[in-house]
């Protein structure tokens, strides 16, 4: 298989506004996925948009690359329906969401057997968390190792932590408490191919923090997995146990006039609390089972060796991808995943660089390209707009090694925008082997409408084997 570094050329075609009544940019701002490109070059959505005073989910999609998304159904779920994260596998297509029931809010799960031919056939399938709950954000990833299906959700008054496992893609138990923790923030992220599955969520508990460790506002990321399809799980411990395991950021800080000075940055092993931050990727080597990983993109927060210079105070974000191999527990290998930090080199001025944040993880099946993508953020009041940042890695995600940016205005977005974005977690090869990300992006200032784009990542692959293209 042979990689070409290119150049990324955004292509205006691909940048379209849904059709949609108002689609909602809050749908986007959570850690799920709610787009899905198929490796046929199909691609579908799950969008949030107001009718009648309420919210509602519609599914869109086109079965073509570069054709617009049409709306494929009728909104299938009413009475206030929540965040959703969606993926497909030979089954189908699903969709997580929540929806108010008169209690609380429930999850639910709808599935499209075929969702470009007739999704109007569908079914819904729930409540799948328990009566009386409260929950929040979505999370699904579906498997073509034997059509499984995992979902979680999590209950924002008691800490509860639901996960649920198809074992076909077909019939979906209500889902399991697995853990209730009172400090839990956000996630669970949710992970699966055949029956390994696994869960990340972010919590505030003393219990899952590294020794000598300073934390802020932040939360730490916690993690267990099963070998058997969900029927057992792993002792749930933190995703970074070890501190000084982690790798250095790169900071640069302004001196006298335009000089930078470089330093090394230490890693918190705590996120923001603040921001979205969880996404799981489980991606299995047909051909080489041991040569598969589960992935988790995480955001960390920056410290300095001495202590002394706060570089969080910026609002730096530090996109970690975290990985290991599959099976039941084992290490965590790491790698940083924004190219640098900036710093004011006076706290009493205000900074005037971008930040990474809301970072997203993706991967072009049948290869070992890996894709993180994140939105540098500009300083409110600057004369600088939003970036969308494409990182590339041809190793599986050891390093990044290949970087292109697009601005809010070049993606056709108010100079001032305020960018959100949500990924798909499976990358396209179109027939000239160009690969390309697709992103459902917003701006949460404006309350423009959403509009799918789909960008170049700068990278072309020559020798795809077929039967490892799903």
């Known amino acids: 298989m042979e990689y070409r570094r290119t150049t990324a050329m955004l292509n205006p075609d691909f940048i379209r506004p849904l059709r949609a009544s108002r689609s909602s940019w809050e749908a986007l701002a959570g850690d799920n996925r709610e787009i899905m490109r198929h490796s046929s070059g199909a691609v579908h959505a799950a969008i949030t948009e107001p009718q009648n005073g309420h919210l509602v989910l519609s599914l869109y999609g086109a079965q073509e690359f570069g054709v617009e998304l049409q709306q494929l159904s009728a909104s299938f779920a009413a009475s206030d329906a929540g965040v959703a994260a969606t993926d497909s596998n030979h089954n189908g297509a699903y969709v997580a969401y929540t929806q108010a029931d008169g209690l609380g809010r429930a999850g639910s799960v709808a599935h499209f057997p075929d969702p470009f031919g007739d999704a109007g056939d569908h079914r819904l399938l729930g409540p ?20 499984t299906v995992v979902y979680g959700w999590r209950d ?75 029927v057992t799980w792993s002792e749930p411990g933190p995703l970074f146990p070890h501190p000084d395991s982690l790798p250095f950021a790169i900071g640069l800080s302004r001196g006298r006039g335009d000089d930078l000075k470089r330093e090394e940055i230490g890693v918190s092993p705590a996120g923001s609390a603040a921001r979205p931050a ?52 084992g290490e965590w290998s790491y790698s940083i995943t924004n190219r640098s930090l900036y710093r004011r080199a006076d706290l009493a001025q205000p900074y005037q660089g971008r930040i990474g944040t809301l970072f997203k993880y993706s ?31 041809t190793n599986k995600g050891d390093s990044f090694d290949y970087e292109s940016t697009f601005t809010a205005t070049e993606l056709r977005f108010d100079t001032h925008a305020h960018l959100i974005i949500s990924n798909s977690a499976c990358c396209y090869a179109d027939k000239d082997g160009t690969i390309w990300q697709d992103l459902l992006i917003a701006d949460s200032k404006h309350e423009s409408t959403v509009v799918h784009v789909t960008l170049p990542i700068g990278l072309n692959v020559q020798g795809i084997d077929p039967t490892l293209v799903w």
């Open 128 to 147: 799948l968390t328990p009566r009386g709950a409260d929950v929040e954000n979505s999370f699904l990833q579906a498997s073509r190792a034997n059509n």
């Open 278 to 329: 969880t996404q799981l990727l489980a991606w299995a080597n047909p051909a080489d089972i041991s040569d598969s990983r589960v992935f988790a993109m995480t955001a960390l927060t920056p410290l300095t060796s001495d202590g002394n210079a706060d570089w969080s105070a910026d609002g730096n974000d530090i996109g970690l991808l975290a990985f290991k191999s599959f099976g039941v527990g």
């Open 363 to 393: 991967a072009l099946p049948g290869t070992r390209v890996r894709v993180v993508t994140y939105v540098n953020r500009a300083p409110a009041g600057s004369e600088l707009d939003d970036q969308i940042v494409v990182l590339v890695s």
């Open 156 to 230: 924002r008054t008691t800490g509860d932590i639901f996960v649920g496992v198809s074992q076909d893609g077909l019939e979906f138990p209500p889902a399991q408490t697995l853990l209730t923790d009172p400090d839990a923030v956000r996630g669970p992220a949710t992970g699966i191919q055949g029956d390994y599955v696994i869960y990340v969520y972010q919590s505030r508990s003393p219990r899952f923090a590294p020794v000598d460790s300073h934390t802020g506002d932040g939360a730490y990321y916690v993690w267990s997995d099963s070998g058997d399809g969900g």
